[in-house]
């Protein structure tokens, strides 16, 4: 019996990295899982690969950035599956074009700074407004947001980026007040390095090197390393964790200054 049979999720930007090896990590356990992505083609492959290994997966196109997708997104699962119980809130912009125009806050541009907004903090509040009344009438869930341990610390680039993750801490903290005793419970995932495609993207061999360093593990992350957080999170197993942010990062943010010798 898997940990979490006869649940259903959503998995936002399901059809990355992490996304999509969260949304197989759940269907391992007996989810059923939409995995929602604004990239079509994406989230039919990660749905396919939850088919591939015999589970119950679905694939919705949303830009989560604009409410009436998101509510479309909500009803689509409600009505394939009859409920929703656990959202695991992935989506963010990682394209690396995109990311090297989130400079320090002097030169930063209005259109990067609102469309990081738009797509890393609103689409969380407007997943977590529509997902919480589904949840209340199932009697209960588990929202598991992604944020970054940069919004924990300040940085001379991505300032947009390093905002708007801060926020989902805050948003994470707010939800989880309010709806608790609803039987909703609520946390955040900070992430450390995680080699996906999207990071081997921006960040080349030196600074993968200077991140690795600062990793006290003897390895770097893996998007099953993710995974399997959000899995515990979304289980009975942490019936008695929520508003909190929970650091997965081989020890980056416990220490000072980089970690190891060349």
Known sequence: MGRLNDRVAIVTGGGGGIGGASARALAREGA??????????AAQRSAASIAGLGGDGAFFRADLAEEAE??????????????????????????SDFLTRDTAVSELSLDVWERTMAVNLRSQMLTCKHAVPEMVRGGGGSIINMSSGASLKGDRTRTAYGVSKAGVNAL??????????????VNTILPGLVITDAVRAHLDARMLAGLGKATLT????????????????????SRYITGQMIAVDGGMSAHVGLAGDD
């Not at 994470?172 to 419970?185: D, E, F, L, N």
């Not at 003897?218 to 197993?237: N, Q």
């Open 218 to 237: 003897p390895y770097v992350g893996e998007p099953d390393d993710i995974a399997s957080v959000v899995v515990f999170l979304a289980s009975d197993e």
């Open 32 to 41: 059923s899982v939409v995995v929602v992505d604004v990239d079509e083609e």
């Open 172 to 185: 994470t903290m707010y939800v989880a007040t309010s709806h608790g005793k609803q039987g909703i419970r």
């Open 70 to 95: 998101v509510a479309d997104a909500v009803a689509f699962t409600t009505s394939r599956f009859g409920r929703l119980d656990v959202l695991h809130n992935n989506a963010a912009l990682t394209d």
